[in-house]
């Protein structure tokens, strides 16, 4: 995957639901299914930058990065769209 890759998040942290002690402002499994692009590639922790098309506030959801509905996924949590 590079920058501008169409992607589906398929799991999120390597599984497919959050814990029940999971803080629902931190539940980004909600996002499982939804599609995004890459906006930034690989970081020293193995993540990609993925801007969502689905608001992540509207979820209820933290999103600390500068680029709104933004998150660091890790590559194995994705599939190529399009490809």
């Known amino acids: 995957m590079h920058l501008g890759s169409r992607v589906r ?3 999120f942290n390597g599984t497919l639901a959050a814990t029940e002690a999971c803080d629902p ?3 980004y499994w909600l996002l ?3 599609h995004g692009v890459v906006v930034a ?3 020293p922790r ?3 930058l993925i801007q969502f098309d689905t608001s992540i506030a509207q979820l209820g959801l933290h999103c600390h ?3 709104q509905n933004s998150l660091y996924i890790q590559p194995t949590d994705l599939v190529l769209l399009g490809a």
């Open 9 to 11: 998040l398929i799991s």
């Open 25 to 27: 402002k931190e539940n």
């Open 32 to 34: 499982i299914g939804e």
């Open 41 to 43: 590639e690989i970081n």
């Open 46 to 48: 193995n993540r990609l």
């Open 65 to 67: 990065n500068r680029i």
